[in-house]
Nanobody, 118 residues
Framework: AQLVESGGGWVQPGGSLRLSCAASGFTFSSYTMSWHRQAPGKERELVARIFSTGAITDYAVSVNGRFTISRDNAENTVYLEMNSLKPEDTAVYYC????????????WGQGTQVTVSS
């Protein structure tokens, strides 16, 4: 099983990026999916989360109103649309799959770098 992120890069403040996370090897539609980020010298933090059906989402206060998480269960992919990006959004962004039952295994992607600077 694996998660593969893509879509990171460099963008100027105020710009937009769309991250993708392609899943394989597990029952994607049963898992809660989330995006996390880690900036240099800081702890990893939850950015956004989407439950299995996609009907319920929640966001960190710092990104609420600017970022949108979505998923396509037919394509086994979760997305993070990031708008109005700020320099403080600079971090490595990780995709996470949280299993439906506590004894099932969860998964992390390898991360994708997002840099916001002028």
């Amino acid at each position: 099983a694996q998660l593969v992120e893509s879509g990171g890069g460099w963008v100027q403040p105020g710009g937009s990026l769309r991250l993708s996370c392609a899943a394989s090897g597990f029952t994607f539609s049963s898992y809660t999916m989330s995006w996390h980020r880690q900036a240099p010298g800081k702890e990893r933090e939850l950015v956004a989360r989407i439950f299995s059906t996609g009907a319920i989402t929640d966001y960190a206060v710092s990104v609420n109103g600017r970022f949108t998480i979505s998923r396509d269960n037919a394509e086994n992919t979760v997305y993070l649309e990031m708008n109005s990006l700020k320099p403080e959004d600079t971090a490595v962004y990780y995709c996470n799959a949280n299993p439906p039952k506590p004894w099932d295994r969860g998964y992390w992607g390898q991360g994708t770098q997002v840099t916001v600077s002028s």
